[in-house]
């Protein structure tokens, strides 16, 4: 089992079917796709890069991470975010989600990113802790854009909000951070992360 990188654009034809098959059973489209290689799944603007754990050929567990900038109580900070974390079904509870979300922590770092920071489903709070990501208490993002914004409290969401905290200066200021909202606008195609 290996985990590869790529930009999302630039995956490998095989291995993009796999990511989108995987993907498109989580999150059945609303309209049927436009046809094969058609199908980027996230804003070229937020860097898409996928990571993938991959066995002898096969996707086992995928997810993209997305990063812009991200002004919050005066400061700018490079932030990142897991979006359309996925493993196959049928090895749901053998761990390869963890070990791709933890990865995916390393790598952010790795990559020059201040922070981490991502809304998830309430009950799965457990899943990304148990991967060394931090539950930011009573913090919420702000999606959409300044003039359309989604924030992760609006109702039916029930969400709550990861983050780690990579450079110094994003160690810093980690305080500021819980209970706060974070006004990342991350656009009109990932409306949210
Ligand atoms: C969420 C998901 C990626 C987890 O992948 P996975 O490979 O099954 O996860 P793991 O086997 O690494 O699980 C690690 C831990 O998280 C828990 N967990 C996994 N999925 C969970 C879920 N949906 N709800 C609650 N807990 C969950 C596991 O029980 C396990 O805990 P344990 O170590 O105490 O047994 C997978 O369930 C999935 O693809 N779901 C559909 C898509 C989705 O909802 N993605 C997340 C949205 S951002």
Not at 21 to 38: I, K, R, T, V, Y
Not at 122 to 130: A, I, M
Not at 158 to 165: L, P, R, Y
Request: a positive charge.
């Amino acid at each position: 089992m290996q985990i590869l990188c790529f930009p999302e654009a630039d995956t490998p034809a095989t291995l993009r079917a796999q990511v989108l098959d995987l993907q498109h059973q989580a999150w059945p489209p609303a309209e049927p796709s436009p046809g094969p290689g058609a199908a980027l799944t996230h804003d070229p603007a937020l860097h898409p890069r996928s990571m993938l754990l991959v066995d002898e050929g096969t996707v086992v567990a995928a997810l993209d991470v997305l990063s812009k900038p991200l002004v919050h109580a005066g400061r700018r900070y490079r932030a990142g975010g897991l979006s359309t974390v996925v493993t196959q079904p049928a090895v749901r509870g053998r761990g390869y989600g963890r070990r791709l979300v933890a990865a995916a922590r390393t790598a952010m770092a790795a990559a020059g990113l201040d922070l981490g920071v991502f809304t998830c489903d309430r009950p799965l709070e457990p899943f990304y802790r148990s991967a060394g990501w931090r539950l930011l208490p009573g913090t919420h993002l702000i999606g959409g854009t300044p003039r359309c914004p989604l924030p992760s409290d609006r109702p039916p969401f029930d969400k709550v909000t990861m983050a780690d905290f990579f450079s110094a200066e994003a160690r810093r200021h980690h305080a500021a951070f819980r209970h706060a909202r974070l006004a990342l606008y991350p656009g009109t195609i990932d409306k949210l992360w």
